[in-house]
């Protein structure tokens, strides 16, 4: 411990060692230690080579608060905060390169070398995206999640880019493997529902636009995830999840709005009829609800 502090010091004496913060600019330790300047990440990759040069076992934590977000146009990008630790015989030692902090550390997460990577190249493909150089951004992330396969943000990223490149189904799929792990990832679910909106599905939009705003504990989770297997071809296993969103709240309409869709698109009109109705019980001035009901044809029997 007493190596670590002399360590410590010495890399926090701005005469004998001057760094610079940047929080757009992620290094390697390397390159953190000749260009003297970088984020969090770039600190912490120096702080833990340094220490291990030495022979003292330092690993990367992040915060178990949420990362901070940068906002472009209606896209969310992001960040996350990366602290070196020790653990030793009385707990774990925290090195912070954010000096000024003054909130609480509600708990750490550990990470290995694998997670430290593709934080770091998160963090490239985030300032390569907000540079414009999709093709770099692509790169570092599609790597990223590959070494990392359970790091939100990093998919959260991916997404971001893979719209703007026009792969569209691949978008889709990045914010269904991140919901995966975090079905309530607010920033997540905002930026599906900007992806919805440039398709032209309002509805579905709607729906992670909700359950950003209400911290993901809602029926409208189980409406996301209905929507993601009704897209891959598996309606039945789409309608499972709208009934449950159905019955976690009766008072709100879009579980019946989804219901009816589906039954559509199964050439099932009447019973799509009978959703709509049950969504107009609840919503007597729900537009889509009436939209709906007005595109259908006069009464039909339902297919097989």
């Not at 080579?49 to 990367?60: K, T």
């Not at 799929?173 to 919805?196: C, D, F, K, M, V």
């Not at 009934?243 to 799509?272: F, H, N, Y």
Request: hydrophobic fraction near 40%.
């Amino acid at each position: 411990m007493q190596r670590l502090r002399n360590l410590q010091l010495f890399l926090f004496n701005e005469d004998d060692f001057p760094f610079d913060y940047e929080s757009r600019t992620s290094y390697t330790a390397e390159e953190a230690f000749e260009h003297r300047t970088g984020n969090c990440v770039s600190f912490t990759n120096l702080f833990i080579s340094l220490a291990r040069s030495i022979e003292v076992p330092v690993n990367a934590a992040v915060l178990t608060r949420p990362g901070s977000v940068e906002k472009e146009g209606d896209l969310i990008v992001v960040n996350n905060h990366l602290i070196a630790v020790y653990e030793h015989t009385s707990g774990v030692a925290v090195f912070d390169f954010n000096r000024q902090r003054r909130e609480e550390r509600v708990g750490l997460r550990l990470l290995d070398d694998l997670w430290i990577t593709s934080i770091y190249l998160n963090n490239r493909g985030a300032e390569r995206l907000l540079e414009g150089d999709t093709q770099a951004a692509s790169n570092f992330l599609e790597t990223a999640v590959k070494l990392a396969p359970d790091f939100v943000p990093a998919y959260g990223n991916l997404g971001i880019v893979r719209r703007q490149t026009g792969n569209i189904e691949g978008a889709f799929e990045s914010y269904r493997i991140a919901l995966e792990h975090q079905p309530g990832q607010a920033t997540i679910l905002n930026n599906l529902a900007a992806l919805y909106q440039s398709q032209g599905q309002q509805l579905e939009a709607e729906a992670a636009l909700r359950a950003a705003d209400l911290s993901g504990a809602t029926p409208y989770v189980m409406i996301i995830r209905g929507n993601f297997e009704r897209a891959d071809g598996r309606p039945k296993a789409a309608m499972r999840l709208y009934k449950v969103a159905a019955r976690m709240s009766p008072d709100i309409p879009e579980p019946w709005l989804a219901i009816a869709r589906v039954q559509l698109e199964r050439g099932r009109p009447v019973s799509a009829e009978r959703a709509l109705r049950r969504a107009l019980e609840i919503d007597p001035d729900n537009e889509h609800a009436r939209q709906m009901l007005r595109s259908l044809d006069q009464p039909q029997q339902d297919g097989p």
